[in-house]
């Protein structure tokens, strides 16, 4: 199973950035999926998870209104569209993938539950400064 995440960078406060996260050796759409991220000194953190068996997707509210998750079966890829960036939201982002029964993105409640991820990307940086 890999998790191959990309799209991070620099951008200006105000600036957006697209995150994929391309799978192989499993199919996203029969997982719970989403993404974590980490500033230096800070645990990692639940961003946003979604789950097609439990119909569900939360956002952390730090991110809610700026961030959209999203998939593509066909391509197996999961993606986060960031507008609105601001400096804290300065980080590594990890993607991952839950079995459903996990119950990681049954609640909102659950969202950092960092034990609950089965498989997790190699992250990608975004880093948000002027």
């Known amino acids: 199973v890999q998790l191959q995440a990309s799209g991070g960078g620099l951008v200006q406060p105000g600036g957006s950035l697209r995150l994929s996260c391309a799978a192989s050796?499993?199919?996203?759409?029969?997982?719970?999926i989403g993404w974590f991220r980490q500033a230096p000194g800070k645990e990692r953190e639940g961003v946003s998870c979604?789950?097609?068996?439990?119909?569900?997707?939360f956002y952390a509210d730090s991110v809610k209104g700026r961030f959209t998750i999203s998939r593509d079966n066909a391509d197996n890829t999961l993606y986060l569209q960031m507008n609105s960036l601001k400096p804290e939201d300065t980080a590594v982002y990890y993607c991952?993938?839950?079995?459903?029964?996990?119950?990681?993105?049954?609640?909102?409640?659950?969202?950092?539950?960092?034990?609950?991820?089965?498989?997790w990307g190699e992250g990608t940086q975004v880093t948000v400064s002027s």
């Open positions: 991952a993938a839950a079995d459903v029964r996990s119950g990681w993105c049954r609640h909102r409640r659950t969202l950092s539950a960092r034990n609950a991820v089965d498989y």
């Open positions: 979604t789950s097609s068996s439990d119909g569900t997707t």
């Open positions: 050796g499993i199919t996203l759409d029969a997982y719970a």
